[in-house]
């Protein structure tokens, strides 16, 4: 035995070369399935909470943005244009979105990556900091 290298643990156990001695030492050549197969599941199922799940969540609200869509509102396209729906063609998919005086383009209605909602100032809400 050597200062730096020591024997291997593998050299000195009695070696089971075919199924028949694995099998007589209690150990399954092939071992349990379920052994194999449980980390892969793991594996999905922490993938599709994290991952699978949450988009087809994004995915469902942004389908359901778009079936809302109605003349007059404001919205953003995936390229960046603002502009205000115009006319919504429904058999087509498709919107016109006029994005100056008398300029109108015609967008895909999946592009469409939000709808801006003008809310109304209120005067009368509270700021922070004031008190009554």
């Known amino acids: 035995m050597s200062f730096f290298i020591q024997d291997a643990a593998a050299e000195t156990a009695p070696t089971a070369t075919t199924s028949a001695d694995l099998t007589a030492a209690g150990i399954s050549p092939e071992g349990n399935i379920m052994t194999t197969i449980a980390p892969f599941i793991f594996i999905f199922i922490i993938f599709y909470f994290l991952l699978i799940r949450p988009q087809q969540r994004k995915m469902k609200l942004h389908q359901a943005m778009i079936a809302n869509i109605r003349r007059g509102d ?59």
């Open 74 to 132: 404001k919205v953003i396209t995936a390229g960046g244009i603002l502009g205000k729906v115009a006319k919504v063609n429904q058999a087509d998919g498709t919107l016109d979105v006029e994005i100056a005086d008398d300029i109108t383009i015609q967008v895909v209605a999946s592009t469409i990556s939000s709808v801006i909602v003008d809310k109304p100032v209120n005067d009368n809400a509270k700021t922070k900091g004031s008190k009554k």
